[in-house]
């Protein structure tokens, strides 16, 4: 590894685990590591935490700079972190500086969507594609937007939030205070709600005994609809047709060439694909919006990881 | 006029009038003329009305370029216009080679309502803003992006469409066949319309004369309004609440420094700008998007004029 030039240390920060990886310049992971997120010990220990998987991670090769995707909104020039939503207690976290100073190294920071919105573009499903969505889908919803060819973050590096995008300004409250977000209705809890709600007339469902031991979640409606099961199909079938509809919004707004959708929730595949790329183009308002494409994410659980490292290797 | 540098003339086609000027530098309109639209007699037909106008307005002076502002879909690169909504037989017009072969002139196309961005851009109220979002309400609800300092058209020129950015999915089908978008909740129609279904209640509205003669407009309900007519406040309190729910999902998506909105509706002013800046802080995401400020468009009726001949005068 010493002698590869052009290599990058990217960190996937979450709630529950800080995954980093040493990724070269073809965006592969040449050796990767792992720890547990002591969010409750605060975000001084967590620092200091990442700067340790660096350390190992670096041993004696040669390394062109630090990305972390945090959730959270992120400042992308200061590389500040503000209430990310799984790490209680970080207020206002200047990881870029903190880290940095800690390391020695150049780093960057950039929200965890947006980073794996980048690592689409560099190394994924969105090679050579100028104007493209990501969405993820999981227990949140979220979004990153590559405007004319770069990563586009707003006025205050808050830009992308397709979660909280209404699909009803009408419908039942979101937890960010606004009504009816596409989040409200196909985050991964709510997909499990339509499921339960269905259940009370359809006992004989293959998701009952799921239920009744409280163990429902989309990835087990997924595998009942995959078994054929008609209320588990009826779920995915409504989820990806809120979802195209949402999309048919942001489609007509920006007019992207492509729709990149990954996530746990994604995994379902054609189950909530099909769906999707039915409705979008039936609600998108013109030929020409219509063309945008909808593709699964090519990176997978390692999007985020590689797009904080080509926050270091293609600025 | 012809010692001045850097003129520009800029035309706004409409389905109804074509309006034409000598637009300087600094946004000034010189010299201002206008033609009916002869749009029934076809695409050639209006293509040579402008020709004339702008041979009228350059006189023997020296022009920089012609930049036209056309409603419907417009690829900028090669300034061809698709279906304009109110230019029948309008399938697809090579609007930038026609009118270059014709006036041996530079010519740039724009969508009229993103030419009014660029026009707010240089001229208007979004000098030295990095990203805002231009917003017009009329008989159409229309947008326009800029973006990193720039208009953003996406990948096939069409981006911007606010109005048809569905605000309930599950609402009524829109003329774009999509539904519960925010044109068919506060097109100036449907504000009529909501007026109408509220005066079955309330018969001793000032507005009910009005309706009888079937005379009911924005225009009027707003006067009704400013002389305290409470239904008139209240279908204005909506519809501005409506727009300020539609656009938290836009300041979540693309984060905003400003909106700027115009457009014949928003001459209601405060009735509409009311109820617009309440809604959207309290129903957008985090305080960094909350900061986003709403204020009206300051070109008016020649937002589209001016705007187009920026696109020659500040490519």
């Known amino acids: 590894m010493e002698e590869e030039k052009g290599l990058a240390i ?38 200091d935490q990442i700067a340790r998987l660096v350390q190992k991670l670096k041993g004696e090769g040669k390394i062109e700079g630090l990305g972390v995707g945090c959730p959270g909104l992120v400042e992308p020039t200061l590389g500040i972190v503000r209430d990310p939503p799984n790490l209680k207690g970080w207020k206002e976290v200047k990881v870029k500086g903190e880290l940095e100073e800690r390391l020695g190294l150049q780093v960057e920071v950039a929200n965890d969507v947006n980073a794996a919105a980048l690592g689409e573009l560099h190394f994924g499903a969105g090679r050579g594609v100028k104007d493209f969505i990501c969405l993820t889908l999981g227990t949140g919803v979220g979004g990153g937007l590559i405007l004319d060819g770069r990563l586009f973050t707003g006025s205050r590096g808050a830009a992308g939030e397709i979660g909280h995008l209404p699909v009803n300004i009408f419908g039942p409250r979101c937890r960010c205070g606004n009504y009816g977000c596409l989040e409200r209705y196909v985050g991964a809890e709510y997909i499990t709600e339509r ?121």
Request: overall charge positive.
């Open 195 to 315: 499921a339960q709600a269905k259940l009370k007339d359809n006992p004989q469902s293959l998701l009952s005994p799921l239920n009744r031991g409280g163990r429902l979640t989309p990835k087990l409606i997924a595998e009942a609809a995959q078994r054929g099961d008609d209320l588990a199909k009826e779920v995915f079938q409504e989820t990806g047709e809120i979802i195209g509809a949402a999309l048919s919004g942001v489609v007509n707004l920006l007019n992207p060439e492509l729709i990149i959708v990954g996530g746990g929730v994604a995994q379902a595949g054609e189950l909530i694909f099909g769906p999707m790329r039915k409705a979008l183009p039936k609600r998108a308002m013109s030929e020409d919006i219509q063309r945008v494409r909808v593709v699964p994410a090519l990176l997978g659980k390692d999007a985020g990881l590689i797009g904080s490292a080509s926050l270091i290797l293609k600025p």
């Open 10 to 47: 990217g960190v996937d920060l979450g709630g529950t685990n800080i995954k980093g990886g040493v990724v070269n310049l073809q965006g592969q992971v040449l050796k990767r590591m792992s720890s547990q997120t002591k969010a409750q010990e605060g975000p001084e220990r967590v620092l």
